[in-house]
């Protein structure tokens, strides 16, 4: 298996104080995980050099995720609004790259929120010109922009593999990918093995999470399937679990993304779980893939 | 099989002019389904003599469904919301009783929203004391209401059918019950066919819907685990099939559940093929429960 | 949905003789069905003429179906077994084109019956040549040949669809195709879809079965998957409904294939479920297939 | 997870010679599986002295299994048959005995075959009496017979768990349980998890396995039923991970099994995946069972 795996912050931590980000940092990689998720919603909460310190110190990589909020939605076509989330946006990349970061991702594209119409084709021409310049900064310092497709409540843009493989075509940058994440796939895909075979080389990054945002393997998605498809997909990139809880409360995220239920107190275990149900079913998928039909006769 | 199959108005009309209705409640009846399940988010657009004959005309049944905006949130802690939102539950249910309907469902316990915040146990109980008086009003004319769990995106109240239990146990009223989603169910429950068989007596409403609204089979839910745990939980109850496509615009319904996608536009094929496959499935759930494992020595 | 659909005599009869005849063929066509499958293991059982009048006068189409006992294995490399093999199954050829019928379809290649040592090449290579003959004077009537892949314990030459593929190239005529049933796909299979799709332009005949052969929807086969793998391997050829109980007890064929469990005794209710079944879940896969990924900006 | 795992030693070597033995058994500790399920056919084969010595130099517990031939089989009505299978099954308790062994477990009460006609109520009360004097027997060394539930090619007395548990109140002896394998209940049970659940306390022993017998995952089993089922049932046995591919020959045993394809080389690799995803399961069943769906309100 030669994916990355990572896990977000958040399983960890609800902020990033120095305590915080040490804990995190440390407790992801004592389990064995390649790299942590940051949260980058505001990066301005992120001390570079402390983060980057601990990262070393530690041995982990980064990648950092976001979504927009609303005064800096690039997607609605109001000028004000996609200049502020330029501006966030390059400050995103200049964080990540100083944070010594390999992909940003998330809702980059929209506001990370609930809409109440469908967005227009100005909207989403207008943030396609901002990915473009920001996929051209963040591509000086080889990160990947991994646009994220999410449910209908998070965003009105991309909620399927296929609009997200189309997002990335306009933008038509070789940087910019289709991040999927299998807990908004069981709401938008009708196949989401099929789904993720298709996105094929589109696919730059991917979440595990379980149905309801708790611990893999108890919910209701069937990851047979998903595995089989990044598997099929030959999908070699990065595999970050992200799991919320209310245990850890990490404001503004938890409340935009409606985490009301303790699933979890015990984030080691929840992390060394995700770990060995991710390599046991990578294992699996593989071995299914070359399973041996072959004749003797 | 006992159960009186409905469908949700939607599927048909965006609202419910004069045209909108007596299309909606002939296709309907058109197909062979028991009743429809009208919205009732605004009562005051529901003109009751001409749906009444309508109904008669087509010998169908109905039920009403809604969820409370933010200014009637009965469990919001607010005396004024409150006020507004009894005020609104009893002139459905005045509504209801003059329609000759069985059921009111839907989120009658909160706003019918995405929340920011947790629910509080002051704001719940506030909203139980509605119901309670609610639910007093409906008995008189046998009308049932059905609390619906809806996902985390719909409601911080109740997202879970054991938390649904609950609600209905705090409300203690005998027609009060648990209004069960699969579509939701598939975000929320570790187990759906687990959870309905545990609702037991208190499931009192079903909606079937897919994981992404389209058509029964076309997405990622088990259907066999969800009619197989109706089986087993001996419910005999009304189930109405959801489903919610772009091609028929009807707001403020649309934009609250994030309706971006044409799933469909042909809704008499969509409905055919729900009822089919709803009897499909049941059948084989009754033929699994009773499968012979007898011995014949 | 442009596929035949059959059913299996043994769901009706146990044998053929004119009143089984004639009411298997009655009660297939009066719920619907296209086509009858008449077990051919014993073809001198088969009064043709009067099997040919039932038929037209219900206006059924048939087919025929055997396994080759062991004095008739053709891919035991013995000689006299060979020759009686070829000649049983030019017999079946020529009552089959007598009745009108279109597949001869089942174990045509080796015993039907548990073997002890694994197929050999020899053994292979001379049923590949018996079948060459026989698909030879097959074509003469339009006749095509469906080489059913079934589980271990019923032959040991192919139990894959990958392996059956390879038995078809070997054998090389356009009128033999693979036969996949998805009750002996369930036992072998690593992912019975991606066999059906990999099976591709091969796929010539096509049994549904439940895992332990009785009603469809009742056990443990995914059949969302194997309609799915239909419909995107573009199969449009026949489907026939296969179940077995000890109710209907027809030898040898019964003994043969263990059925020990009395799984039904309403014919008619398990047929029409069958159809109905199929009928729901072929649309299902073919709208899952047309779904709706298009953005519209 | 309270449960003790295993293998069964033909996933390493096809017989018992003290060089296979002693790998067997080495192989097994050094992943760290807590004991060995040996073949037990033919006893006479096994030298008892030497594998007691070699299991205590890993540490390894150990357990014995079979099925009994057709001239042992004491559900035929023959007296013969029925005095040499007590006697064998007796010498097998012995062998068990002095191995030190804790379970005897397999296809004790009848032929391990291809049956052709249906077991008969004389058959089975015969079985009865001889299961009753062994079992009496077994218990003077705490051993514990699993009367394993296999499918109807391997048996014609008991294929689903509630037939088994009827057997095992028939002998009605405390160290006489139902001896479950996933691999069996995917071709005979409607509902795997229902029929673990429903075995209840007569549950003493469980096959894990994939439906072609291979690695675990890479096959049809819903697997996160099955371990669902083991934790809702509260199973705190043995569980024994079984697996078989022609690259280990093993005589008569893989004959009887129709193993004619090669689904695994690398028996390392296959038996470390079996442990870790069953730990990753049961971990994950575990979670589902105790999710939390409290209220906070």
Request: charged share 20%; proline share 2%.
């Amino acid at each position: 298996m030669k994916n990355k795996l990572g896990v977000h912050a958040q399983v960890w931590v609800g902020g990033w104080s120095h305590e915080e980000a040490a804990r995190a940092i440390a407790s992801t990689a004592a389990i064995g995980y390649d790299y942590i998720e940051a949260p980058a919603l505001d990066p301005s909460l992120i001390d570079i050099d402390f983060t980057r310190r601990e990262l070393e110190k530690s041995g982990l990589g980064i990648t950092t995720s976001l979504g927009l909020d609303d005064s800096c939605d690039i997607s609605s076509g109001d000028a004000g609004k996609k200049a502020r989330g330029e501006a966030h946006l390059m400050q995103v990349v200049k964080t990540t790259r100083d944070l010594g970061g390999t992909h940003i991702t998330g809702i980059l594209y929209s506001g990370f929120q609930k809409y109440f119409t469908a967005a227009t084709p100005e909207g989403v021409a207008g943030a396609v010109e901002v990915l473009q310049r920001v996929a051209e900064e963040a591509a000086k310092s080889n990160i990947t922009l991994g646009l994220e497709v999410v449910n209908r409540y998070e965003t009105n843009v991309i909620n399927t593999a296929a609009q997200g493989v189309e997002l990335c075509k306009r933008v038509g940058m070789a940087n910019v990918k289709v991040h999927l994440d299998c807990y908004h796939m069981n709401i938008e895909e009708a196949d989401a093995e099929r789904a993720i075979i298709d996105t094929g080389d589109y696919l730059g990054y991917f979440h595990t999470g379980e149905s309801h945002r708790g611990y893999l393997g108890t919910g209701s998605i069937d990851f047979t399937k998903i595995f089989r498809g990044l598997v099929k997909a030959n999908y070699q990139g990065p595999i970050c679990f992200e799991s919320f809880s209310s245990a850890v409360a990490g404001e503004p995220l938890t409340g935009i993304l409606g985490i009301w239920r303790n699933l979890w107190t015990d984030s080691t275990d929840l992390c060394r779980h995700a770990m060995e149900f991710t390599q046991a079913q990578m294992h699996a998928a593989q071995q299914a893939q070359a399973i041996n039909t072959r004749v003797d006769w």
